[in-house]
């Protein structure tokens, strides 16, 4: 069984109940919400407030994404939100340690996120402390972009690493995942896969979610 972590960026922020409603109905293992700033990434999503009305409805754990330089100041929200995970991006913290530490502490899942031209091996010191280690897949910013390849191949160094270091991270890739790339990327070693348009834009949301789940 995979994991499945839809992404609400894709979701009809219009009617957001609706498409959370249908998401609790489904198989989906967690909620992936994007948070991001305009600065480390050339876009602003949506911050804690919206984030706040989205996990009164939710009742899958939240896997909270930030795209956000600093996210060490906001440790404590995101802790307040309930979530389950939080994922930080490698590039983003000077102190990845430390922040690692303090997600720890507040009793969630540490995950630490690479962008697409970071390479696995930069975790070699840090992996056994993570649970948790997220793949770009594309240039985190917008959803609905074309998926690149490599991540296929630096899903199984990955996959590498963490077998070698002992780690018990769980790998995630965020981007471009559908059927397709979602069947190799675990076939690589992928443990959940995020997915934004290949579960809002499908006919039927409920049956993508199941599909993804048993690839
Ligand atoms: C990209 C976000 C992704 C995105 C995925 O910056 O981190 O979670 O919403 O969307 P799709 O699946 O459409 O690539
Ligand atoms: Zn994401």
């Not at 909620?31 to 984030?51: A, C, E, K, R, T």
């Amino acid at each position: 069984m995979t994991m499945v972590s839809p992404s609400l960026l894709s979701a009809d922020f219009g009617d957001l109940r609706r498409d959370i409603e249908m998401l609790n109905d489904s198989a989906c293992d967690w909620f992936h919400l994007d948070v991001m700033d305009g600065v480390f990434v050339p876009n602003i999503s949506f911050g804690f407030p919206v984030m706040e009305a989205m996990a009164r409805h939710a009742r899958k754990p939240l896997d909270v994404h930030l795209m956000i330089v600093q996210p060490e100041k906001f440790v404590k929200e995101v802790k307040a939100l309930g979530a389950h995970v939080m994922n930080v991006h490698y590039e983003a913290c000077t102190h990845l340690h430390r922040v690692v530490q303090q997600i720890k502490s507040e009793g969630m899942m540490a995950g630490v996120t690479l962008n697409p031209h970071t390479p696995v091996s930069v975790l070699e010191d840090i992996v056994a402390d993570l649970d948790l280690v997220m793949l770009m897949s594309v240039n985190p910013g917008f959803g609905g972009q074309k998926f690149i390849e490599h991540a296929v191949e630096k899903t199984a160094r990955l996959r590498e690493l963490i077998g070698r270091t002992g780690s018990k991270a769980l790998i995630e890739i965020d981007g471009g995942v559908n059927r397709e790339t979602g069947a190799r990327l675990v076939k690589a070693g992928a443990d959940v896969l995020v997915a934004g348009s290949a579960i809002f834009r499908a006919a039927d949301p409920v049956a993508e979610v199941k599909a993804l789940r048993e690839l």
